[in-house]
């Protein structure tokens, strides 16, 4: 039942998961192994750590332009809020 269509979209739905995920890992890896910041932890092990910490934890760093929070935590509480201008905005009808 699926069609074409289905497995282009499953295919073009994997290939953006895969980027999400593959292209911001090899750029921490890199600046991290060169910029010494891991000594003694061999690039895999960085990367590992990086993809647990941030995709499987969701741990994203502190935001000090709101005191400390982390990061997840202001982005739950803000998105809604963006998500609803944004979408109010759409539906207004042109003028």
């Known amino acids: 039942m699926g069609g074409p269509f289905a497995s ?4 073009k739905l994997v290939a953006l998961a895969a980027t ?3 292209a911001p890992t090899i750029a921490w890896t890199v600046f991290a ?6 000594p003694g ?16 934890r ?9 005191y400390g929070t982390p990061v997840s935590e202001v982005v739950s509480f803000t998105l809604p ?15």
């Not at 282009?8 to 295919?11: E, H, K, P, S, V």
């Not at 192994?33 to 891991?38: A, I, M, P, V, W």
């Open 8 to 11: 282009l979209f499953a295919r």
């Open 20 to 22: 999400i995920v593959i």
């Open 33 to 38: 192994g060169l910029s010494g910041q891991s």
């Open 41 to 56: 932890q061999s690039l895999p092990s960085i990367a590992a750590d990086y993809v647990v910490k941030t995709f499987w």
């Open 58 to 66: 969701f741990d994203l760093g502190i935001s000090e332009s709101y």
């Open 81 to 95: 809020a963006r998500t609803s201008r944004w979408s109010s905005a759409r539906s207004r009808p042109a003028c």
